[in-house]
């Protein structure tokens, strides 16, 4: 049995249970606060990041949520649907949208960071990583709107809608939870996208929850 280490808020495990959940792939969680020193994921990431994906048959542990997405895709080929399109530059097109995904998330959290810094914030570096939130939004509602509103990559469901879906996922929690971002309203579009992906059982069953960070980090 595959074991994945996950934080409920994080948008990068959700990408990778997302696609083991449409690929029919068993596995069990392992919910941590990596940011806790109780945290066993420098045991297996000198990252000391998550999402992890532990294997049970002497396999080394991988993570990088993207590099695990690439794994499953490769490795259980055949098991479930691919959500991988066979041209190279389709491929190369979803690979691109994982990026986008990630890049917003990643600016997010820096965000989060430095809102806690309280006296010390930077706010040119606050403003600096909500520059690139914003634009990722955009460019995402503008590859939906081209798109027609349907799957990111040649009509087809794919690990790029499982990024993106994540990633909104991500930002609409971070709105209904502190209201530092106002995307609902403003691309209605990319919203019923992101609707659209949210009625998937998968994503059903991996809404984001907020933690609370008891220990300092930063
Ligand atoms: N690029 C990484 C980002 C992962 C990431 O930032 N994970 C957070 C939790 S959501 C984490 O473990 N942070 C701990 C740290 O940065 O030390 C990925 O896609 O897997």
């Not at 998550?50 to 990088?64: M, V």
């Amino acid at each position: 049995m595959l074991t994945l280490i996950s934080a409920t808020p994080s948008p990068y495990a959700r990408k990778n249970r997302i696609l083991m959940l449409e690929k029919g792939i068993p596995f069990q969680l392992q919910t941590e606060i990596p940011w806790h020193s109780t945290t066993e994921t420098p045991k297996y990431n000198p990252l000391e990041k998550l999402p992890i994906l532990i294997f049970d048959d002497g396999r080394p542990p991988i993570y990088e949520s993207w590099y695990i997405q690439e794994y499953i895709v490769q490795k259980y080929r055949g098991t479930g649907p691919d959500l991988m399109p066979s041209s190279i530059d389709d491929q190369l097109l979803v690979r691109q949208i994982q990026v986008l995904a990630d890049g917003a998330c990643d600016a997010m959290g820096l965000v989060f960071f430095e809102n806690g810094r309280g006296e010390m914030k930077s706010h040119e570096w606050h403003d600096r990583q909500m520059r690139k939130v914003t634009g990722v939004l955009k460019a995402s509602d503008e590859l939906v709107k081209k798109s027609d509103g349907k799957f990111l990559v040649g009509g087809e469901y794919s690990v790029a809608d499982i990024a993106l879906g994540a990633m909104l996922g991500f930002m609409n929690m971070v709105e209904t939870n502190f209201g530092i971002i106002h995307w609902l309203e403003e691309y209605p579009e990319l919203r019923k996208y992101w609707e659209m992906l949210e009625a998937k059982e998968s994503f059903k069953a991996t809404q984001p929850v907020m933690f609370e960070l008891t220990e300092k980090v930063a």
